[in-house]
């Protein structure tokens, strides 16, 4: 351990010494060089990238973010990022108080692993980084707590504020909630930023937020992430957060190179190349599970071990609910797409074991029913079995098709869901970033397992992307 914190010390030292060698051949690349004041861009060749600010990082932690871990009653996630001047990190973490009086007594300090991490993707500069990220454990269900990540320095600048975090109760029937989000993908700083930041005004007391794949366009998009990572702001690192990987996290069957160094999830799925995108966790009443649906799709030792994993993971599944994300939707939504393959794979497991929810996106369009609904739409529907639901939350709209398994149908429409569990009941809600109400049922549970699904379809017209967009 020793030897690879000596190693990664000198690591840095080299890199310094090599960013300062540079730095005195380009002189002007100190922005305090008041001597050298002129008009022209010092990033002549990456001129299409303009937004700097979110591409690089600083001494003070950017792209703060916290996951759910396996145990998210006793613990947390927290993962960040610095320049490589930054070598190593720590989280600080204490019991919220009224006032500062944390600060005074019970601050426990939690030493981050640390990463060195440097990406150039197509046309942007060459980013240099350092990733840290800790798992905070041995915390108290149902507190709230006060953290802080930096480079441990108690009178240095380089921290980031203290955000405020509750953990998970660990008594069962306490009610929870969280947002789902369909894809971000496109014009993240634009027009994403909206959803996730109305739904948070909504909805502040949501226990954790998951996305459904496709975060960004480009995998190793350094300014994509960035906006994703600016888009949320401080919600990422107060509200935790657990994602599946899209098509668009992939290429060519490798993952971005992003992933794992800035999110923390659980390593307990069945293969290493997909450690972090295929893994199951608990919060609250609620098993968790995502199905990396690209790497089924593209990496042939990763798609039986998915199915057979899923079949173990929920044969021994003691929680009430079960909810599955996936990218890629069993029930496609779009014109021209169906994905038979994956349908055929793990819809028999889907239906032996009973899940409750299938979270999915890809699609652009919103879509929500049953695979029994044969178009029948009735308001109340005796053991419905498992609610499939296709979302996007970007500005990105395909056209779709109506389908009978669809209960409520919708196009050209930003979305983000918020589901809430509270004893028997779970109760789900589609809401457009100015509030409106597009769709919501409701799936009772008897002590039998026996369920209910309650359409409440509001009476708002369908949404069509042609009536927004005239094709010529
Ligand atoms: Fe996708």
């Known amino acids: 351990m020793k030897l690879i914190k000596t190693k990664l010390t000198f690591l840095i030292f080299i890199t310094i010494l090599c960013c300062n060698a540079q730095n005195s051949k380009n002189s002007h690349n100190h922005i305090d060089d008041h001597e050298h004041v002129h008009p022209h861009s010092h990033y002549p060749k990456y001129d299409s990238i303009v937004a700097h600010k979110l ?101 240095s600048a380089a921290w980031s504020e203290w955000f405020q975090f509750t953990t998970a109760s660990a008594t069962p029937g306490d009610t929870f909630s969280f947002i789902y989000f369909g894809d971000a993908q496109n014009s993240i700083k634009s027009l994403w930023s909206r959803v996730i930041r109305s739904s948070y005004q909504k909805f502040p007391k949501v226990n954790f937020m998951l996305h459904a794949g496709d975060l960004v366009n480009d995998r190793d998009a350094n300014l994509e992430w960035g906006e994703w990572f ?48 295929c893994y199951a966790l608990d919060y609250q009443d609620m098993k968790l599970i995502s199905i990396d649906a690209e790497a089924f799709d593209e990496i042939k030792e990763a798609r039986e071990v998915q199915v057979i994993w899923l079949d173990s993971v929920l044969s021994t599944n003691t929680k009430k609910w079960t909810a599955i994300t996936m990218h890629y939707p069993i029930y496609s939504t779009a014109k021209g797409r169906d994905n038979k393959e994956l349908r055929e794979a793990f819809q028999p497991i889907i239906d032996k074991y009973k899940v409750d929810l299938v979270l999915q996106g890809h699609d652009h369009t919103y879509a929500r029913g049953y ?102």
């Open 371 to 472: 695979a029994d609904n044969e178009g029948k739409g009735l308001t109340m529907v005796n053991d419905a079995g498992t609610i499939y639901a296709v979302s996007v939350s970007g500005p990105k709209m395909y056209d779709s098709q109506d389908k009978d398994w669809m209960v409520r149908r919708g196009e050209y429409t930003q979305l983000f869901q918020i589901i809430t569990v509270e004893k028997d009941t779970l109760k789900y809600e589609a809401y457009t970033p100015i509030g409106t109400l597009y769709d919501a049922f409701d799936l009772i549970k008897n002590e039998h397992g026996k369920k209910q699904l309650i359409n409440k379809v509001p009476k708002t017209p369908i949404r069509l992307k042609k009536d927004y967009i005239k094709e010529n």
């Open 230 to 277: 600016f888009a949320g702001s401080f919600i990422h690192a107060t509200v935790p957060s657990m994602m599946t990987p899209g098509n668009h996290e992939y290429r060519k069957g490798v993952l971005s190179a992003l992933w794992r160094p800035q999110f923390t999830l659980p390593q307990n799925g069945p293969l290493e190349v997909i450690s972090e995108t």
């Open 55 to 155: 591409i690089f990082p600083s001494q003070v932690p950017d792209r703060i973010i916290a996951n759910l871990t396996v145990d998210a009653a006793h613990s947390f996630a927290v993962n960040w990022r610095t320049d490589q001047q930054i070598a190593s990190g720590v989280v600080e973490i204490a019991l919220a108080t009224d006032g500062p009086e944390f600060l005074f007594d019970g601050v426990r300090t939690i030493e981050a692993k640390n990463e060195i991490f440097e990406n150039q993707n197509s046309k942007e500069p060459l980013v240099k980084a350092v990733y840290h990220s800790a798992i905070i454990d041995n915390l108290e269900p149902k507190t709230t707590y006060v953290y802080r990540v930096g480079n441990g320095i108690k009178e």
